[in-house]
């Protein structure tokens, strides 16, 4: 059962670009939501989290959008560069509960 | 400050062969992690230990796969024997504690094929 649904599943944009990212949960229990980023080879890495109890979230050029009624979250890559490239993973959890990744999205900015 | 190390990198293995994986996490953490990653799937939780006791293993498919963690420190996921559809990345994690909101840090995986 998939608990978080990603999308788009890649997307390729021009350096400076904005790429947007979708996810949608189910469980409304969920209250922590981070987001990953892999580059190839590599591990996923912790970029950037949010709780609920917060619509947006930002961290350098990465900014999460949160909304709460929907059931959906989003990233977003503000002033893309093409170091960016990387596939990037949404999740969702709670204190007691493991992580639920999304599917991923694979993201290549052009220079 | 060292990150999580896995061993091998790769592996290459035939059908009905078994095959063991190794993780060491970063020094301090108390939980770790295995997940399976599939190609173009997010990772999937396989097993979670809070110092060499099994938190959560209700996705670990125990008639091939299994996990220990000697000691509270290193790891080792086993799969005895391999079916094709076990080709993914193995990931492991730790983190400092085994809430969902601490945060998990990921070794560089190894890379499974079964032919």
């Known amino acids: 059962q998939q608990q978080v649904k990603q999308s788009p599943q890649s997307l390729i944009v021009q350096k400076g670009g904005i790429p947007i990212i979708n996810c949608a949960y189910e469980?409304?229990?969920?209250?922590?939501f981070p987001w990953y980023q892999q580059f190839p080879g590599k591990g996923p890495a912790l970029l950037i989290a949010i709780r609920p109890d917060v619509s947006e979230k930002k961290e350098g050029r990465f900014t999460i959008s949160f909304n709460k009624s929907a059931k959906q979250f989003s990233l977003h890559i503000m002033d893309s560069q093409p170091g960016d490239s990387a596939t990037y993973f949404c999740?969702?959890?709670?204190?007691?509960?493991?992580?639920?990744f999304g599917a991923g999205t694979t993201v290549t900015v052009r220079a | 400050e060292a990150g999580v190390a896995q061993s091998p990198r790769y592996k290459i293995i035939e059908k009905r062969q078994s095959v063991a994986f190794w993780c060491n996490p970063i020094?301090?953490?108390?939980?770790l992690y295995w997940y399976q990653q599939i190609l173009g799937q997010g990772p999937k939780l396989l097993i979670q230990f809070q110092n060499n006791g099994v938190v959560d293993d209700s996705q670990l498919p125990k008639d091939r796969f299994s996990a220990e963690r000697l000691k509270g420190v290193d790891s080792t996921l086993k799969i005895q024997p391999a079916k094709l559809e076990d080709s993914a990345v193995y990931l492991c994690?730790?983190?400092?504690?085994?809430?969902?909101?601490?945060?998990?840090?990921f070794g560089p995986g190894t890379r499974l094929t079964v032919l």
């Open positions: 994690a730790s983190s400092l504690g085994p809430a969902s909101t601490d945060t998990q840090y």
């Open positions: 999740a969702a959890g709670r204190n007691d509960y493991k992580l639920s």
């Open positions: 469980n409304t229990a969920f209250d922590y």
């Open positions: 020094s301090g953490h108390a939980t």
